[in-house]
Structure formats: structure tokens, C-alpha cells
């Protein structure tokens, strides 16, 4: 088999291109189809490498734990190798740490992820068979219809009016039609009319195509690294990225403050870097990262239990911060069971007529699977074998219509099938009690108030017309005119019975629901008063189409249902509450939904959904079910708050730490801690940290939305971190003056109160209660208590000499217990003042 690119099987014959690949029309066989799997690897692109020889590499990238790397190693080249071996030993200790925490959660992540196949239609020894996109080959025959995700790059052999979106790779907004041809040979990729390309979907029409390149030899993934459109920053990411400036502020000026104090002080210059850098470890929450993988990992399998994949990690805390949903109302707020409940002539009465040109229409027609066909199909079987397909012009969102141009009985005739609006529009005649009569003003009355009447009831019209023709090599959407209008079809899906309680919990939790659609508008009124469902205001798409995007910002706030809307005015929506700071998701699972998925802050889909809807998704359900995503919204407000109380922890405790380590400095002849005690400080508080993912959350914490306060982080940092501060320097006085403490017994004394203090610290900052009427979870007390224990007896142990600790003596101990009781009911005391005066603020 030779090299499809290297031949530029664009400028050749099909028929080369297929000997040249070794395949035929009928594809391979599944022994070839192995071979070649084996010779080219699996049809992916590999955008994440979760290699764990690559995570811990990447645990080394922060500044700072090269900088200590680099400090203790000149340190040990000056003759302080001991303390140079403990110190690396500390960091390389919490590096393992973080290591071991991501690698579990890359793990469980790849393992949710893998639950979730993307599938093409091959041909496969001459038979039509579903297989995943990672195991096609270059010679597969690939069959593609409306909905499909391009799964590799490839040749048109055969198409049907077939329209593809290359925005992904050309950036063009509009769909490009492809068909078999021959194009140049320095054809540039958009004037590859006969190729389509991996990443790319089919809009309408259906082909058969021929892979010639799969994964990385794809136009796709050769410039995947260029072409990797950088998604729009999200709530939480910006967060996390605003939390890391303001440390890194403060960390910089009590870093240089402390070298530049000490060196004044003419203190040896590595003692001095050490401690310095030791500081700078010391209030950089190092496990942030590590915390955040592992509490989304663990809110992500919580999810899959309950039948959501996850497949962008980060939009789980998106999920907590949205206050707005957007859905349509089919399969969501209805039980998604489309049935055809009607089919009736122009009076009104129910036609057989009408129903088998409806069922020959949706039986034959293969550019885009759909429910509505399925429907027609199960209402009625009927005995067409004396009709052959000719031609078909498939449907597009823009028409709202689908032709079938069929022959029987020697007669050529096609058939529309679409929403009622947009057939009229083709038809000049009206077929009455057998009789084709002109197409009048009373009839079109007639025809309008039939609509509002059974939209009223909730059912979904389309209309159904026909028209003799003469047969020809090809019918254009321009050949759809001078039709009869024969009839109605009336479908139905009724409301979920339980749909209104869960509307009623959504708003409690603080969303509110939009129903965007593109039903008739009637329909989706009926829909939400059935359910209880309270509509301020309406907008049709034709009414959004008068707006500009201004007016439509203004106008978005005060309504609930947007009907009859296409595509492109789904995401004019979206965007529009997203520029009235929004947090807002949508749910959807057809082609005309993928621009809203892609704009969305939280992208919801179902598994059944076509495949582009499903890639552009943040969260892939098994079922369509609002109380799933009610349950999604609670769980990512337990990640959000899980993450908090870990920021709220260890940003004020190691501030307070830090400011007093850089104050004591100032006045004490040696160094209140050595850089290996602070490492330790750091290493031995890890550990009760990294058990927040699994803690309670309090009922009030997933009442409403919550979002990154980085002023409010920055508020509590100061205020309790201030307060450890002070208790660090009763702490000093207590040691200095009470009991006339020297180096090594300040140091020890020092070193467990500031553990027992952070750890008290996290007991009191993961609620927003009294610490003792909010239980956390086992193992995170046991944890707690488990590294208190070990903070007070390490100085006891033989070890001590090694970290230059030596034994407290017991009343000395039973002064920093005091000290620390203290401690615990002053945070408690300044917490209550602390979130009481948040909240009056926001009333």
C-alpha cells in the first residue's frame, strides 16, 4: 500500500486512489482492517499525555522547588550536607506526594473518559458495520450523514447534496458542498472539494468515502498544536489564575524583605537564601493543583455513578457556578417518546393518503436520522415496494424541509416533508377532498388557524406536499416549487410527570430555567404551562432576527421561551446572557445545537445525541433527565467548596506563619525556624489537606451559585492569617520571656504550635458554622488528629537531632495547648463577625 498523501490522491481518479490503497467499493475485510491497525495505531490524536513518567516531571516545573533544589545543592557543596540531604528528602517527599494524587486522578479521569466511543458506519467485507473511530484504517469505506464527526481525512467516492463545516480547520463560518471530482494537485486544502478532513462534521446530505489518512497523518493532526483553538477562559480558571497573582505578590515581597533583612543582619548569605526560599514554599500552596485534580477526579466518578461523563474536568466548577439553564423541551422537560398521533387531509380529517406519503418520505429518505421519521415509520407499516428511490434533496436547518424524489407505477413524483411554514411556502396548490384546487387567502387562513389550534394542545405540525416530475441526473433545492399541499402530520410527546419538582428544586438551588427551542411557539407554551412552568416573556426566532445584539442583551433577561429559533440565534442567546455575567449552560444533542454547546459555559449532551453534539460537550448524559443535572449543579458546588475550604486553610495559616517567621527575624538573634522545619511544617499539614476532596459540604454551601471572590480570599487571608500572627508572637513572648527559651526549644515550641494552629485553622475554615455542628468526613478527622499527634510527639522521638528539635519540657507543652485552645475559639469568634458582615454587605 502506498503513502495516500505522498500520491495527493485529490488530483487522482477514484478508482486509482482505491488501487493504490488496496481496497475496493465494498471496503476491506476485517483481516486486512487488523494488519493495517497494527501498521498505523489507533485513529486518535493524543492531545493530553498523562505519561506518569511526564507527570512527575511536570511536578518539578514550579520556580520554586527548582530554586530550593538549587539552594540546598549549594548548601551541601559548602559542608551543610546533612541539612541539605533533609531538606531535598521534604521536597522530594511532598513531589511524590502531589505525583501519586494527580496520577490516580489522571487515572480515574482517562477511565470516564474511555466509557465514551464516537462510532462511524463502515464497510467491512461488503457488510455495513458500526465500529469505533479509533480503529479505522486508511482503505476503510466510510459512510457519513448529517450529524457525523469526519473521523479521518479522506476521498469522496460517492454524495448526495452533501454539506460539510470546515470552520475547524479552514475558519470558514458557512458550509462548503463536496462531490467526487478531480482537483489539482497544489490545491490548497479549502479547494479540496472531493476530500473531507478529520475534525470536521457533516452538516447535511449523506457520501461514501474513502479513508486515506488516519490520527496524527491527518491534515488535523499534523497541525493540531496551531489549530488548537484556545477555548474561551472559563469562571474557574480565571479564578485559580487571579488566586496565583496575588500570592505570587505577596510571596515576592516576604521573600526579598526576609533575604535582604537577614543579609543585613549578616547572617550567613545560603542560611539566609534557604530560609527565604523556605518561606516562599512556605505560603505557596503547593498542593493546590494536586487538590483540584483530585476533588474534580472524585466529583467526576460521583457523577458517572449517577450515569454523567465528564469529558472536561474543569467545567465541574462551572456546573456549580451556573445560575442560568438553557434546554429544549424535547426528552427534558417532555418524556422525548415522539409519537405520530395524526395524519389528516386540509380538512382536518385523518388521510391514508397523507400518511403514506409521509411514511415513503421518512423511509427513504438517508441524509439525517431523526426521531420524527422513526415516529412515521412505527405509526404504520406500509407495503412500498413498488416504489424505487431516485433522488433526494436532504434536509437543511435554514429550509426546515426534506425531498424525496421517488418512481412508481412509471411516474416520477416528489414528495416534501417539513415545518408547516416552510412548506407552504413552496406550495401554489391545496389538495381538497380529492380535488387540487389554487392556493387562496381563506384556505391559508384555514390552513394558519388549524396550526394555532393544535399547537395549542402541544402537538408538533409539519406539512406534507407533493408534486409530479420529469426525471433528471440531478434535483436542486430550487426544483422544490409549484407543489401540493396535501396535508398535516401531528405528533406528540408529553410532559415528564415529575418534570415540575424538578424545576421547583432548580430554583432553589438558584437557577433558572430557559426553554429554547425550535418549535412552533404555541407548542412550546402548551409545554411549559403542563409543567407549571411560569413564562414572563417569549421570543421567536423571526423577532431575534430584528435584534441587534444590544437590544438583544437587554431583551434576553426578562425571557424564559425562545421558539422557532435556528442555530446561530441559539448562541446569539447564549452569548447574550453570558454579557449579563452569566454563568450559562445548555443542553442539547442535534447538529442545530452545536454552536450553542460551544458557547455555553457548561456544555451538556446525551449519549445518544449525534457525534458533533456530543464532542462539543462539557458533560455527555446517558438519559436526558433534569434532576441528573440538578445533581450535576450540587455536585459542582461540593467540588467548589471542597477546593475553597483548602485555599481558605492554607493561604491564612501560612500567611500568618510566614509574617510572623518575616517579623521574628527582625529581632531574634537566630533563625525562628530552619528551612527543613518549615518544609516540614508544610509536608506534615499536606496530609490532612489532601482528604478535603472527600469532606461534607453544608446544606447552605450548594443553596446558590458560587463564584471566585478573589477579593474575599484576599480579606480572609489577611484577617485570620493576622490572627495566627498574633498568636505566633504570644507564642514567642510565652517562649522567651515565660520560660527563657533558647534556639533549639523556640524552634520546637514554635514548630508545633504552628502545625496545631493550621490544623485547627482547617476544622474552623470548612464551615461556615460553629466547627463543632458541622461534621467533617472520617477521614479527614482521623487524618487531622493523626498529624497532631505526630506534630507532638515528634520532638520526643530519637529522630529529633536530625531536625535539630529537642524535648519540650511538659509545662512548656501544656502553655502551647493553652495557646492553641485559645487559638481555636478566637478564629471561631472572628468567623462568626467575619461572614456576618459579608452577608449584610450583600444584602
Not at 55 to 64: M, R, S, T, Y
Not at 677 to 686: H, K, V, Y
Not at 769 to 775: A, V
Amino acid at each position: 500500500m502506498k503513502k495516500s498523501k505522498a500520491m495527493k490522491y485529490w488530483s487522482l481518479p477514484p478508482a486509482d486512489v482505491l488501487q493504490n490503497l488496496d481496497s475496493s467499493t465494498e471496503g476491506l475485510t476485517e483481516n486486512e482492517a487488523a494488519l493495517r491497525l497494527n501498521e498505523h495505531g489507533e485513529n486518535s490524536i493524543k492531545t493530553r499525555n498523562t505519561a506518569p513518567m511526564m507527570l512527575f516531571i511536570n511536578q518539578f516545573k514550579n520556580p520554586i522547588i527548582l530554586i530550593m533544589i538549587v539552594a540546598t545543592t549549594i548548601s551541601a557543596l559548602t559542608g551543610e550536607w546533612l541539612d541539605s540531604l533533609i531538606i531535598i528528602s521534604i521536597v522530594l517527599a511532598s513531589v511524590v506526594l502531589s505525583f501519586l494524587q494527580e496520577y490516580n486522578a489522571s487515572n480515574a479521569i482517562d477511565e470516564l473518559r474511555s466509557k465514551l466511543h464516537i462510532k462511524s458506519t463502515v464497510l467491512r467485507d461488503g457488510r455495513q458495520i458500526e465500529i469505533p473511530t479509533t480503529l479505522l484504517v486508511p482503505g476503510d469505506v466510510v459512510l457519513l450523514s448529517g450529524g457525523c464527526l469526519i473521523p479521518a481525512d479522506g476521498l469522496i467516492l460517492e454524495s448526495d447534496l452533501f454539506h460539510v463545516n470546515e470552520s475547524t480547520l479552514t475558519g470558514e463560518a458557512f458550509s462548503v458542498e463536496k462531490s467526487p471530482s478531480i482537483v489539482s494537485k497544489n490545491a490548497d486544502l479549502p479547494e479540496r472539494n472531493n476530500c473531507v478532513f478529520m475534525g470536521t462534521n457533516v452538516v447535511s446530505g449523506s457520501a461514501t468515502v474513502l479513508v486515506t489518512q488516519t490520527g496524527k497523518a491527518t491534515e488535523f493532526g499534523q497541525i493540531a498544536e496551531e489549530l488548537a483553538k484556545r477555548q474561551p477562559e472559563t469562571e474557574f480558571v480565571r479564578g485559580v489564575r487571579r488566586f496565583g497573582y496575588l500570592l505570587t505578590g505577596i510571596m515576592l515581597v516576604l521573600t526579598v524583605f526576609v533575604f535582604i533583612v537577614n543579609v543585613i543582619y549578616q547572617r550567613p548569605v545560603i542560611d539566609s537564601l534557604l530560609f527565604s526560599v523556605a518561606l516562599a514554599v512556605g505560603i505557596t500552596p503547593q498542593l493546590l493543583p494536586a487538590i483540584i485534580n483530585i476533588t474534580l477526579a472524585k466529583g467526576s466518578q460521583t457523577m458517572a455513578k449517577e450515569g454523567v461523563i465528564v469529558r472536561h474536568l474543569t467545567a465541574l466548577e462551572n456546573f456549580g457556578s451556573m445560575d442560568i439553564l438553557c434546554t429544549d423541551k424535547t426528552g427534558t422537560l417532555t418524556e422525548g417518546s415522539i409519537s405520530l398521533d395524526n395524519a389528516v387531509d386540509v380538512n382536518g380529517e385523518t388521510s391514508e393518503t397523507v400518511l403514506r406519503l409521509a411514511y415513503l418520505n421518512a423511509s427513504l429518505q438517508t441524509g439525517l436520522i431523526n426521531e420524527l421519521d422513526h415516529a412515521i415509520i412505527a405509526h404504520q407499516d406500509f407495503d412500498i415496494s413498488t416504489a424505487q428511490k431516485r433522488e433526494e434533496i436532504p434536509f437543511d436547518f435554514s429550509r426546515a424541509r426534506l425531498s424525496v424524489i421517488i418512481e412508481e407505477n412509471s411516474e416520477y413524483k416528489m414528495i416534501v416533508k417539513g415545518a408547516l411554514n416552510s412548506v407552504l411556502k413552496i406550495c401554489d396548490q391545496v389538495q381538497i377532498d380529492s380535488v387540487k384546487q389554487t392556493m387562496d387567502t381563506p384556505t391559508l387562513d384555514a390552513i394558519q388557524q388549524h396550526l394555532e389550534d393544535w399547537s395549542a394542545q402541544g402537538f408538533r405540525v409539519l406539512g406534507i406536499a407533493e408534486k409530479s416530475v420529469t426525471l433528471k441526473k440531478e434535483y436542486r433545492v430550487e426544483d422544490e416549487q409549484a407543489m401540493t399541499f396535501m396535508g398535516f402530520l401531528l405528533f406528540f410527546d408529553p410532559p415528564k410527570d415529575d418534570v415540575d419538582e424538578t424545576i421547583h428544586s432548580l430554583s432553589q438551588l438558584g437557577v433558572q430555567l430557559r426553554v429554547i427551542t425550535g418549535d412552533n411557539k404555541l407548542v412550546a407554551y402548551h409545554t411549559a404551562n403542563a409543567i407549571g412552568l411560569t413564562i414572563r416573556n417569549a421570543l421567536t426566532g423571526a423577532e431575534i432576527m430584528n435584534l441587534d445584539d444590544k437590544s438583544l442583551t437587554s431583551v434576553v433577561e426578562t425571557t424564559d421561551l425562545f421558539a422557532e429559533v435556528d442555530p446561530n440565534q441559539k448562541a446569539r442567546v447564549i452569548l447574550a446572557l453570558k454579557r449579563n455575567n452569566h454563568v450559562v449552560g445548555f443542553m442539547g444533542d442535534g447538529i442545530n445545537d452545536a454552536p450553542a454547546l460551544h458557547d455555553a459555559d457548561v456544555s451538556i449532551s446525551v449519549d445518544t445525541a449525534v457525534d458533533v453534539a456530543k464532542e462539543s460537550a462539557d458533560f455527555v448524559l446517558e438519559e436526558k433527565n433534569l434532576d441528573v443535572l440538578r445533581r450535576g449543579i450540587e455536585l459542582g458546588r461540593t467540588t467548589f467548596a471542597n477546593t475553597l475550604k483548602y485555599i481558605y486553610m492554607t493561604t491564612s495559616a501560612n500567611f500568618g506563619n510566614m509574617f510572623s517567621m518575616a517579623g521574628a527575624s527582625l529581632f531574634l538573634p537566630f533563625l525562628p525556624l530552619l528551612p527543613k522545619q518549615i518544609l516540614l511544617i508544610n509536608f506534615i499539614s499536606d496530609f490532612p489537606a489532601l482528604m478535603i476532596s472527600t469532606d461534607s459540604v453544608d446544606p447552605e454551601m450548594v443553596e446558590t451559585p458560587h463564584r471566585w471572590d478573589i477579593r474575599f480570599i484576599r480579606n480572609f487571608m489577611f484577617t485570620f492569617g493576622l490572627i495566627s500572627s498574633v498568636f505566633d508572637y504570644l507564642c514567642f513572648a510565652v517562649l522567651l520571656f515565660g520560660f527563657n527559651a533558647q534556639e533549639e526549644l523556640f524552634q520546637s515550641g514554635w514548630f508545633v504550635l504552628s502545625i496545631l494552629t493550621e490544623l485547627l485553622m482547617l476544622m474552623v475554615a470548612r464551615t461556615q458554622r460553629p466547627f463543632y455542628k458541622s461534621k467533617p468526613a472520617p477521614i479527614l478527622l482521623y487524618s487531622t488528629i493523626g498529624a497532631g499527634i505526630l506534630t507532638v510527639i515528634l520532638p520526643y522521638l530519637p529522630l529529633r537531632n536530625i531536625l535539630d528539635f529537642i524535648t519540650i519540657p511538659p509545662l512548656t507543652l501544656l502553655a502551647l495547648f493553652g495557646l492553641a485552645i485559645l487559638y481555636l475559639i478566637t478564629t471561631e469568634i472572628a468567623k462568626y463577625f467575619f461572614f456576618r458582615s459579608r452577608f449584610s454587605s450583600k444584602r
